[in-house]
């Protein structure tokens, strides 16, 4: 089994950076795709600000002779309007604050991966106040014997390279900040037509398809 790395950097932030995020909260959240049908989603941010978690409970990719092509990709767009923190949260001398996106962490579980195919994660993050900014990590994964039924559970962390990271405007207390986009897209492809692959998700918490991304803060002067 091979692992390819992108966009993958140490994560360094300050203590000032992660409790800025304190107080900061989703505004009804959205999301569309064929990996992302209504009702099988959830979208959370934690209370420190600093992670959005997205869960899926019917992502599910497939390849292989018994599947019809449109399996092998499947993807989801996530809307993501953020509120700034209220004045409350903001550390003394604090008037407003920004934010971006720095990376993200995928859990989940292949049931079949089979020699010959190959699982790609792309997360492609912009947002609607900087049309120039896209940025993208990628997670890719070789079949083999270790990926073999029952195949086997993943944690894979890719990080945006601080150099390449994009904050948005300021903003002022208890304010949307901005929205951001995050798409998932997981693609297979085989270069053995007889061999299988079979990314599943369900509803059992260690079934989920589970994507974390990494929310920097930093303050500003609106």
């Given at each position: 089994?091979?692992?390819s790395i992108?966009l993958l950097?140490?994560?360094?932030?300050?203590?000032?950076e992660?409790?800025l995020?304190?107080g900061?909260?989703l505004i009804?959240?959205?999301h569309s795709?064929?990996?992302?049908?209504?009702?099988?989603?959830n979208?959370?941010?934690?209370a420190?600000?600093?992670?959005?978690?997205?869960?899926?409970?019917?992502?599910?990719?497939?390849?292989?002779p018994?599947?019809?092509?449109?399996?092998k990709?499947?993807?989801?767009q996530?809307?993501?309007?953020?509120s700034?923190?209220?004045?409350?949260h903001?550390?003394?001398?604090?008037?407003?604050?920004q934010y971006?996106?720095?990376g993200?962490?995928?859990?989940?579980?292949?049931?079949?991966?089979?020699?010959?195919?190959?699982?790609?994660h792309?997360?492609?993050?912009?947002?609607?106040?900087?049309?120039?900014?896209t940025?993208?990590?990628?997670?890719r994964?070789d079949?083999?014997?270790?990926w073999?039924?029952?195949g086997?559970s993943?944690?894979?962390?890719?990080?945006?390279?601080?150099?390449?990271?994009?904050?948005?405007?300021?903003?002022?207390p208890?304010?949307?900040a901005?929205t951001f986009?995050?798409?998932?897209?997981?693609a297979?492809?085989?270069?053995?037509?007889q061999?299988?692959?079979?990314?599943?998700?369900g509803?059992?918490?260690?079934?989920l398809?589970?994507?974390?991304?990494?929310?920097?803060?930093?303050?500003?002067t609106?």
């Open positions: 089994m091979k692992l992108a950097t140490p994560l360094l932030v300050t203590g000032q992660i409790a995020g304190t900061a909260r009804q959240p959205r795709g064929n990996g992302c049908p209504s009702g099988s989603t979208i959370t941010m934690s420190s600000g600093d992670w959005i978690t997205i869960t899926h409970s019917k992502f599910r990719t497939y390849i292989g018994s599947y019809p092509p449109a399996e990709t499947k993807n989801c996530v809307q993501l309007p953020i700034a923190p209220s004045a409350e903001f550390p003394q001398g604090v008037k407003g604050v971006t996106l720095a993200t962490e995928y859990e989940g579980y292949y049931s079949q991966l089979d020699e010959g195919v190959t699982a790609i792309y997360s492609t993050y912009y947002s609607n106040q900087m049309d120039t900014y940025a993208t990590t990628i997670a994964f079949g083999g014997e270790t073999r039924a029952p086997r993943y944690n894979e962390s890719r990080m945006i390279p601080l150099s390449s990271l994009a904050y948005t405007y300021c903003a002022r208890g304010a949307t901005a986009y995050a798409n998932e897209r997981v297979m492809n085989s270069s053995n037509p061999a299988y692959g079979v990314s599943f998700a509803e059992a918490v260690d079934l398809y589970t994507r974390r991304i990494r929310v920097l803060w930093r303050a500003c609106p």
